[in-house]
């Protein structure tokens, strides 16, 4: 079997997109795949040789220190095909294709872009100096590689039209499809909404909450997942606990049946400009698990979602309401958008599609060795 192995200094272990889908997915296509990430231990997880790397102590470290330790023991795995999954390892994809390796970059987003919206990297002029800075070294790096991976058309044209291959973020309906999640929403009288993911700022959740609260009067409930930004903001979104109920961090096989048992999906980001021509992956989780969403009001967003959700104004409390009240007036149409996603999911949006894309690249490199 051909070694492969992954790097990431960022992501989780058990990071949907890495590990889930691409490490899962390789290693059942029959490649010896490794895992380089920041984990408690080495074992084996789904065919899967996960290499542990020790957690960073701050971002500092993580930048600067850790891609060292990642680059040697990638090294001592023997691959053939490194496939780097974070902007601060391009020194390390670099250095891998010096050696004579097949090195593929997989950009999850339009980092050049995303660098805009860190405030901790100081204001905005000092932002766009370093986002310039960034994509010369992006550009100069991607030389090197053989495959540039990315999420959408947009970024894979703008990264490398020739290298580039495009990956959707699709989720994997296996671990969906076959829950009967209609049991669990006939039993309650509340209409549930969710929100799965970064509980953060720009991804609207302090407005969800506070809209959710304000017609609290009207039998409806918010469920959230996933890891707050910080403590400040956790208590500032959790105002009522009988209405908002947070269920912390869970892993992936946890969260569908959760999201399985909602109503509707919230996708709520601010207009950043990473985020304008994305393709959220909890959206199309939501649609997976039949449920119609509450969108930000982006053109790209509108076009793709079109007729699976309800559009809305992200920092507008008022237009937020509006919409949950729409989904309240409405069953008959709600049901409707959600079973109309549910079959765009099964018919063309499934990572079982995707994957195929995916081990066909590799085929392809494994042959050019």
């Given amino acids: 079997m051909t070694k492969i192995c992954h790097i990431s200094t960022v992501h989780p ?19 010896d795949v490794h895992l380089v990430v920041t984990h408690d231990k080495n074992e084996t997880v789904k065919g899967v040789k996960i290499v542990a790397l020790q957690p960073s102590g701050n971002r500092l470290t993580r930048i600067l220190i850790k891609p060292w330790f990642a680059f040697f023991k990638s090294l ?5 095909i490194f496939h780097f999954h974070d902007p601060e390892l391009m020194f390390v994809g670099i250095m891998l294709s010096v050696l004579g390796k097949k090195v593929i970059f997989d950009s999850h987003e339009n980092v050049s872009n995303q660098i805009e919206s860190k405030a901790w990297l100081g204001n905005l002029f000092f932002r766009k100096v370093i986002k310039n800075i ?16 990315s999420v959408t ?17 699709y989720p994997i309906i296996s671990l969906i499809n076959g829950r009967d999640s209609k049991l669990h929403r006939a039993k309650r009288d509340t209409l549930r909404f969710i929100y799965v993911g970064g ?40 105002v009522n606990e009988n209405v908002i109920k947070y269920l912390g961090s869970k892993p992936l096989s946890e969260v569908y049946p959760i999201m399985g048992t909602a109503d509707v999906g919230f996708a709520i980001l601010y207009p950043e400009k990473n985020y304008l021509n ?19 009001n982006f053109p790209y967003w509108i076009n793709e979602f079109n007729g699976c959700s309800t559009f809305v104004d992200p920092k507008n409390i008022d237009d937020i309401k509006s919409s949950i009240c729409w989904m309240i007036d409405h069953a008959e149409a709600r049901l409707e958008m959600g079973a109309r ?10 990572w079982e599609v995707e994957s195929k894309t995916l081990i066909s690249m590799y085929y392809e490199l494994n042959e050019k060795k």
């Fill in 76 to 80: 001592g795995t023997g691959a053939e």
């Fill in 278 to 296: 994305s393709l959220p992956i909890k959206a199309f989780e939501y649609m997976a698990c039949g449920l119609p969403m509450i969108m930000s």
């Fill in 341 to 350: 996603g549910k079959k765009a999911v099964n018919d063309k949006y499934s």
């Fill in 153 to 169: 058309p947009e970024i894979v044209s703008f990264l490398s039209p020739k290298k580039g291959v495009l990956i959707r973020n």
């Fill in 134 to 149: 960034y994509i010369l070294i992006e550009k100069f790096s991607i030389l090197f590689f053989d495959k540039v991976i």
């Fill in 13 to 31: 272990v058990f990071d949907g997109r890495i590990f889930h889908k691409q490490c899962v997915s390789l290693s059942e296509a029959g490649f």
């Fill in 199 to 238: 509980l953060t700022q720009i991804r609207g959740i302090h407005e969800i909450s506070k809209a959710v609260n304000e017609l609290s009067g009207k039998n409806i409930e918010l469920i959230l997942l996933g890891n707050w930004e910080s403590e400040a903001y956790k208590n500032k979104c959790l």
